[in-house]
Each structure stands twice: as structure tokens, then as C-alpha cells.
């Protein structure tokens, strides 16, 4: 069941269930990274990248972990 279906249908709504859809957002936008993803949003609109080093983290510490997006989110609103 999507997110969106759980959401409407007041349904349980797991950690899993989340990072899967935040996982989701960065496989569709990673290439062009916008405000469109919630981590790059609530970073200033940028990537976080402590790394500093593309081949690590392809320029985002979250990169394609939809359970780092997570916990990005939950530290950072």
C-alpha cells in the first residue's frame, strides 16, 4: 500500500514506510537535486556533504538512504 494510501486511510505508518518513500524522492530527483527532496530543503537548498568527496557519498551524505533522510529530518525541523 503507498504512503499516500496510508496517509488518506489513516493507516499505520511506519519508520520503514517512510524511509522507503524518502528513498523513492531521491532515486527520481538525486541528479538534479531540488527543494523537491526534504533533506535538501531543510539544508538551505543544498546537499548535505560532509564528505567533501563525491566518490564517498556521490555529494550528499543522505545519498539514495532513505533512513539517513530520516534521521536528517528529525534532527533538522
Request: overall charge negative; glycine content about 4%; proline content about 3%.
Amino acid at each position: 500500500m503507498s504512503l499516500i494510501i496510508k496517509v488518506a486511510t489513516k493507516a499505520f505508518i511506519s519508520d520503514k514506510d517512510i524511509a522507503t518513500e524518502l528513498y523513492e524522492i531521491c532515486d527520481r530527483e538525486h541528479s538534479s537535486c531540488n527543494d523537491s527532496c526534504p533533506v535538501y530543503e531543510l539544508n538551505g537548498s543544498s546537499a548535505p556533504d560532509t564528505a567533501k568527496d563525491f566518490k564517498v557519498n556521490r555529494g550528499c551524505d543522505c545519498f539514495k538512504n532513505g533512513t539517513s533522510m530520516l534521521e536528517f529530518i528529525r534532527k533538522h525541523s
